[in-house]
């Protein structure tokens, strides 16, 4: 599966895919199925890249952000997107309601959101009865 990018303004999807291509990383763009643009990277990137291609969506996410705000608080069709590596190595898009993505955003930094979103995955797919003071 390809990493995935999502954004809600299709000008600044196409500036992501000019810095990946910049960086020699090719990628293609795709309509996503809620809202907005996907872009789709290839599986296997060296470490460097991926952290040069998430310092760029990070920067492109803050613009997103001050749009949406732009748009006022009351768009609920907006939504979040936050690319997880499952614990089997996939990556997956998960898709946040636009007031939690918001808040999430206010109070944590993108490797936290990442950080919680694939702890919550894991969790999803490796569920547990263990008491919480039981588990590692």
Known sequence: MA???????????????????????????????????????????????????????????????????AQGED?????MGVTVTLPDGASCLVSLPAPLGRRLVEHFSTDEIHALVAAVAASVLDPSDAPLCCRN
């Not at 768009?75 to 939504?79: G, N, R």
Request: avoid cysteine; aromatic fraction near 6%.
């Open 75 to 79: 768009d609920e069709s907006v939504v």
């Open 3 to 69: 990493n995935q990018y999502i954004f809600f303004a299709q000008a600044l999807a196409d500036r992501f895919i000019a810095g990946a291509g910049a960086l020699g990383v090719a990628g293609r763009t795709r309509a996503d199925p809620i809202e907005g643009v996907v872009v789709d990277l290839p599986d296997g990137l060296a470490d460097d890249l991926l952290d040069a291609l998430e310092e760029q969506y990070d920067l492109l996410m803050e613009e997103q952000r001050e749009l949406i705000d």
